[in-house]
């Protein structure tokens, strides 16, 4: 069995590797021989730590993501993740990668792939809704994939916006606190990284033409997005089983088509339909991508 500590798969993963990584994933998730079976959420001793896990099978891959959370841990992240890949020759575990940062830049980069394909080619203002640990990565991957003139950082609390602005600046990226609506009206496109359970803003504000990501619902009952706007927007996720069961658009109440962003990667599916149409990207989080990504580093090991 092999193993990649904390340490080491940090010390490999780049947002190249992981935007290559999980653009293969994505177009593998609507492969006819990929099963992405139903995540499980569960708890630790005391039941605030959480942890969920989800896994898949494709023709090549086969393993389990625990990604946990641990709020009160102050000896390191809360966030947690630990990819376990199967020997499908055996059924013994064949590698162990630990992977709390390699979870960041994974998520991101399902952000970095959607928006590469969706958003118009000239969006150069970025709306972010949330400043916890994911939303940095979040605003460094977009700029990676589209020229970032200005992203507005929406926070519910300003000290935390004003420490996501900062760590933005010294990235040098262009950053600056906005309230929500005027953040919104500005974006071409909308990130949200929150836990929120109760729509961030109102559909009215989101102009023609907008990309807009959900980053934060994976589990039922969070929501970020306020169900009008999935009444009137192309609607695009991961996985479309997925996405209506934990993901946002579990909160989909009606018939627009909801497309896996594979097929549009693989062409059995439209993308963007004209430069004012506003698009959504649910990103649930595929188990999918974080073997791949431990199967990418584990390679360069």
């Known amino acids: ?36 079976f139903p995540a499980l959420p569960a708890h ?5 730590n959480r942890f969920t896990l989800k896994s898949a099978a494709a023709s090549d891959i086969a393993g389990v993501k625990i990604g946990s959370y641990w709020p009160d841990n102050t000896t390191g992240p ?44 000239s969006a150069s203002t970025l709306t972010i809704f949330g400043t916890g640990h994911q939303a940095y990565y979040e605003c460094t991957a977009l700029a990676k994939i589209r020229p970032l003139t200005t992203i507005h950082v929406v926070a519910r609390t300003a000290t935390h916006g004003e420490t996501l602005v900062t760590q933005l600046t010294k990235a040098g990226l262009p950053a600056t606190l906005t309230p929500a609506e005027e953040a919104v009206r ?14 961030l803003f109102d559909a009215t504000w989101v102009t023609p033409g907008t990309h807009v990501a959900s980053m934060g619902s994976d589990a039922k009952g969070k929501q970020e997005l306020p169900p009008a706007l999935l009444t009137t927007a192309d609607l ?18 009606t018939t627009n088509t909801i497309t896996a962003l594979g097929n549009v ?8 339909q004209s430069q004012d149409t506003i698009t ?6 595929l ?12 390679a360069k090991t």
């Open 1 to 36: 069995m092999r193993f990649l500590s904390e340490e080491d798969s940090a010390a490999l993963i780049t947002e190249q590797l992981a935007y290559d990584a999980v653009r293969t994933a994505l177009i593998a998730a609507v492969a006819d021989d990929t099963t992405t």
């Open 236 to 253: 695009y996720c991961d996985l479309p089983t997925q996405s209506t069961t934990i993901g946002e658009f579990q909160h989909a109440k």
């Open 265 to 272: 990667l693989t062409g059995k599916a439209k993308g963007r």
């Open 186 to 199: 500005a974006a071409d496109i909308i990130v949200t990284a929150t836990t929120a359970r109760t729509p």
């Open 280 to 285: 959504v990207f649910d990103s649930s989080g």
């Open 287 to 298: 188990a999918l991508q974080d073997l791949y990504i431990a199967t990418t580093l584990l």
């Open 78 to 121: 809360r966030h947690n993740s630990t990819i376990l890949l199967l020997d499908q020759n055996t059924g013994r575990i064949a590698a162990v990668v630990e992977a709390a940062k390699v979870n960041a830049y994974r998520t991101a980069a399902a952000d970095a792939v959607a928006a590469d394909t969706l958003a118009l080619q």
């Open 44 to 48: 630790g001793s005391r039941p605030h």
